[in-house]
Structure formats: structure tokens, C-alpha cells
């Protein structure tokens, strides 16, 4: 019988190496911004070669990209967990909203998701990152509520669009120093207020 090595394979090393760059260019990204930071300091913080940040990224913006990817995917994680299939439309739309507005309130994620991510990448590259995440789980639940009965026939994109716009600006309320329960329940409103009669 064989014993393991305790080496990693190439594929491993490979995940790890790129792990650790998206987790120290998040780190750098949050605490001093896109701009600030440099690729050598974001190979110093992860202990790894230039010429490994070039094997895995075409460049800091790939990089960057990585890192926002990442974030939007935990914020969906986050909504997803906190609605589960057997809640009411109404009652998932609204627990969806505390769970991306808690979601956002991890540090750097509102830098990273709304100020730099769209500065850095665009509009439209954001709008389609965030549409394979937060607003594909809003999108389902607004299909759901219209479909349900209990949510107005409305053009679904359109409203999607509209209340995603509603928590980001929420998100960066909060984040300037707004207080959160006022927000939820001016969202928890406007939620209702989509809720048919």
C-alpha cells in the first residue's frame, strides 16, 4: 500500500496560488483601492512570483474582475441561504432584502461591488456580473411573486432593475453611515407597494 506524500498536485497548486492572489488583491483592493494598489505589493501579500499573478491573470484588471466575481457570487450565496423554496414570494422578496443589505455590510464589499467595480470594469460588465448573481436571485423572486399572483404584472427586467438599483443605493447609504433598519423598512415598502391588491 501506498502512503500519501502530503504533495499537492499540479491542480492544487494551481486553486491555492490563485486563491491566495483574489484573497490578497481583495485585502489590498478594500483597504486602499483598485488605484492604490500595485501588483507587486498584491505578489508580496499573497507570497507568490509576478510571473505566477501573469499565469493566472492577463493583468490587475483580470485580477480585479476575479475578486468581484467572487464577492457578488458570496452576496447570491447569502440571499440563496436566507430564502428557503418554502417561504411566500412576499416573505422570500423581503428576507432576499435583509440578506443582501447584512451581505453588503462585510467590509470592502460595497467598495469593491459598487464604487470600484464599476469605475474599474464598467456599467455594463457590472450589470452582467451582477445579473449572474444578486439580481438573478431578485429576478427569480419578483418571476415567482408576478407568477404566484401575489406581485402586480409588471415588465419583470424593468423592475429587476429598478429594485436592484433601490438596494445598491441602500448598500451605499448604509455604508456612508445611514442607519440600516431605516432602510430595510423603506425597502420592506417598496416591496409592498409591488405586492398586488
Known amino acids: ?9 499540479n491542480r492544487e497548486r494551481t486553486e491555492a ?4 492572489l483574489i484573497a490578497a488583491a481583495r485585502r489590498l483592493f478594500t483597504e486602499k483601492s483598485y ?6 505589493e498584491i505578489v508580496s501579500a499573497a507570497g507568490v512570483t509576478r510571473g505566477a499573478l501573469y499565469h493566472h ?3 490587475k484588471q483580470a485580477l ?4 468581484v466575481e467572487q464577492e457578488a457570487a458570496a452576496v447570491a450565496d447569502e440571499i440563496e441561504n436566507a430564502t428557503p423554496a418554502n417561504l411566500s414570494a412576499r416573505r422570500a422578496l423581503l428576507q432576499g432584502a ?12 460595497t467598495r469593491l461591488l459598487l464604487l470600484d467595480g ?3 470594469l464598467g456599467r455594463a460588465e457590472m450589470d452582467d456580473i451582477d445579473a449572474r448573481h444578486s439580481a438573478r436571485t431578485l429576478r427569480t423572486g419578483i418571476a ?3 407568477r404566484e399572483g401575489e406581485m402586480k404584472k409588471l415588465p419583470l427586467d424593468a423592475i429587476t432593475t429598478l429594485l436592484s438599483a433601490a438596494f445598491d443605493r441602500a448598500a451605499l447609504a448604509v455604508e456612508a453611515g445611514a442607519c440600516p433598519d431605516d432602510h430595510l423598512r423603506a425597502l420592506a415598502a417598496l416591496i409592498d407597494g409591488l405586492m398586488a391588491d
Open 64 to 67: 480585479f474582475r476575479a475578486v
Open 144 to 146: 415567482i411573486a408576478m
Open 17 to 20: 496560488t490563485r486563491a491566495e
Open 57 to 59: 491573470f492577463s493583468d
Open 1 to 9: 500500500m501506498q502512503q500519501p506524500t502530503g504533495r499537492r498536485s
Open 35 to 40: 488605484a492604490e494598489t500595485g501588483t507587486p
Open 118 to 120: 464599476p469605475a474599474v
Open 98 to 109: 435583509e440578506a443582501f443589505m447584512a451581505a453588503m455590510r462585510e467590509p470592502g464589499r
